[in-house]
């Protein structure tokens, strides 16, 4: 079955600094990658996903990158902001998997004023 | 208006009772799952129901046992409860087979004592 490793497990910045998170997939069939962000005491929520058909995705100050023949994707993060100090979970599913999405074990993210 | 509720938000009980977990979604999505997220903040997926179907069934303890009477509700039931079983519950639904994104609830945090 699919295995997601997620990299760092804690990662501390300066506001105004880029942050970057790793994550590699086991399974090559896997083709749909999203990434929640998870507040204090709240649940997961959407922030941006990308699909195998697309190698980079920009939202605002938030970008995913996704290399299939490495098998890993990425998130960053520009001009960080105190507010972007969440856990932030990447994950992967396929076609085919009745969308069981298989979830990286997060990354604390602290952004210090 | 949430997407997906799910009640109780906190629940604390003693070892060895009963007790159960609602969940609806309102989003006419025909796929419904509950994940549990441990101390750790790991999410896991235990159980995924599309339209009132089992999809996915988890290596969890058959002392779980989901219901769904319909594809707008899932519930979770779980019986004679451990210790282990603290954790934050979340209920979520998607697009099913499509690679459509997971929208969680707010989460209910059990507490066995």
């Known amino acids: ?113 | 208006d949430t997407a997906v509720s799910q009640t109780p938000k906190y629940l604390v009980t003693q070892m060895g009772n009963d007790k159960s977990i609602k969940c609806e979604q309102n989003l006419g999505h025909d796929t419904m799952y509950w994940y549990k997220q441990d101390s750790k903040k790991f999410l896991k997926i235990m159980f995924s129901y599309n339209n009132k179907e089992l999809i996915i069934n988890e290596t969890v303890p058959n002392r779980f046992s989901p219901k769904s009477p319909d594809k707008a509700h899932l519930n979770l039931h779980i019986n004679s409860l451990e210790l282990g079983d603290s954790a934050v519950y979340f209920c979520a639904s998607s697009q099913g087979d499509r690679n459509s994104p997971l929208h969680f609830g707010n989460g209910t945090r059990l507490t066995v004592t």
């Open chain 1, 1 to 113: 079955g699919e295995n997601v490793e997620q990299h760092p497990s804690t990662l501390s910045v300066q506001e105004g600094d880029s942050a970057v998170i790793k994550c590699t997939y086991s399974d090559s069939a896997s083709n749909y990658f999203p990434w929640y962000k998870q507040e204090l005491g709240k649940r997961p929520q959407l922030i941006i996903d990308i699909r195998s058909n697309v190698g980079e995705k920009k939202d605002q100050r938030i970008a995913v990158t996704l290399n299939k023949t490495a098998k890993h994707f990425s998130l960053h993060i520009t001009e960080t902001q105190p507010e972007d100090s969440a856990v932030y979970f990447c994950a992967a599913s396929k076609v085919g998997s009745q969308g069981n999405l298989i979830f990286g074990k997060g990354t604390k993210l602290s952004v210090k004023p």
